[in-house]
């Protein structure tokens, strides 16, 4: 009498370069306990057609390249899905509330990139002190030599950070140990052993009494703009600003007057946020823009990659 055969829960993965995105522990973890298709995903794919994709599946592996938007008309067309496990931190680009009113479980990466972010944030601030991102196009002769390179020290300055959860706290660590003072504003209170070391500050003072300001913040914990025009007013017009955190944090067109008129010394965003027409005439040095590549590191990839696969074999296991 032949046993009886339980078909596999069908599991869809989207990534880079599709099924070789995965070490082969980690593509046959998934084929074991799930029928597996990999598609792969370079730009964002159209509503249409990602709902084609995925309509008989049950899990689902997303990444921020496969869709900016997960929104609550996808997934209504999606009635088999029960779990999705997204390559990523942030959960704003996905419907979480219409995803637990279904009951689909969501799983996200924690604290994967945390480091490398932390770091780039600091390599942002010392390429605005130290103008190395000028001194590279220079010795290239994209500048002329006359483009002055004078910078300055962060010993002795005053950073605020907006945001303390665990990257937030590392850049406090790193920017301590250049010799600055550190202060931030949380809106949640953080008792935690790192975060008692340095002082809270109300937002509103940490922005007038702070010479770099680091946005550190998620866009769950916060409303979604927090420096515009009004906020600028407050601050000191030496202030430098890094923005690790979502390029949304920021009015664009509030900042970019700012850094015209000098009521902002320099700005560097971990994004792509201004067309070079928008900044040909603005001073060389006063922006730096990084494109999204904070998190981009080899550690941080390889975590980010075993927790996700992780996620969604747990995912698979408990159905």
């Known amino acids: ?25 980690q593509a046959s973890s998934l084929e074991r306990i799930a029928n597996v298709r990999y598609e792969i995903a370079v730009t964002c794919i159209a509503d249409d057609e990602l709902i084609s994709l995925c309509s008989s599946v049950q899990y689902l592996g997303l990444t921020r390249r496969t869709t900016k938007n997960f929104h609550a008309g996808i997934i209504e067309k999606l009635p088999n899905l029960k779990g999705v496990s997204i390559y990523a931190t942030g959960t704003e680009w996905l419907d979480t509330d219409f ?8 799983q996200f990466l924690a604290n994967y990139c945390t480091l490398v972010v ?8 010392l390429n605005l002190s130290r103008r190395i991102h000028l001194s590279d196009r220079i010795a290239r002769g994209d500048l002329p030599k006359t483009v002055s390179l004078r910078g300055w020290e962060l010993a002795g300055k005053k950073v605020g950070i907006v945001g303390m ?21 949380d809106p949640k209170p953080q008792l935690d052993a790192i975060s008692v070391q340095f002082h809270r500050r109300e937002f509103e003072v940490l922005l007038s009494g702070s010479d770099v300001l680091i946005l550190a913040a998620s866009m769950d914990r916060m409303t979604p703009t927090i420096i515009a025009t009004p906020e600028i007013t407050l601050m000191k017009s030496s202030v430098y600003i890094v923005n690790s955190g979502r390029a949304e944090l920021v009015d664009h067109d509030a900042m970019l007057q700012a850094l015209f008129t000098k009521r902002v010394q320099g700005y560097a965003v971990d994004d792509y946020v201004y067309a070079p027409e928008q900044t040909a005439t603005l001073e060389n040095g006063r922006l730096l823009q990084t494109g999204h590549s904070a998190w981009y590191s080899n550690e941080a990839m390889e975590r980010g990659t075993e927790q996700w696969i992780n996620h969604i074999v747990e995912m698979v296991k408990n159905d």
């Open 118 to 125: 932390a770091e780039h944030s600091m390599a942002m601030l």
């Open 1 to 25: 009498m032949s046993s009886v055969q339980i078909e596999k829960p069908k599991l869809l993965i989207f990534s880079a370069k599709g099924r070789s995105s995965l070490s082969e522990h």
């Open 99 to 106: 995803l637990a009113a279904k009951k689909i479980e969501l």
């Open 165 to 185: 959860g665990k990257i937030g706290q590392r850049i406090a660590l790193l920017a301590q140990a250049f010799g600055m003072e550190v202060g931030y504003y």
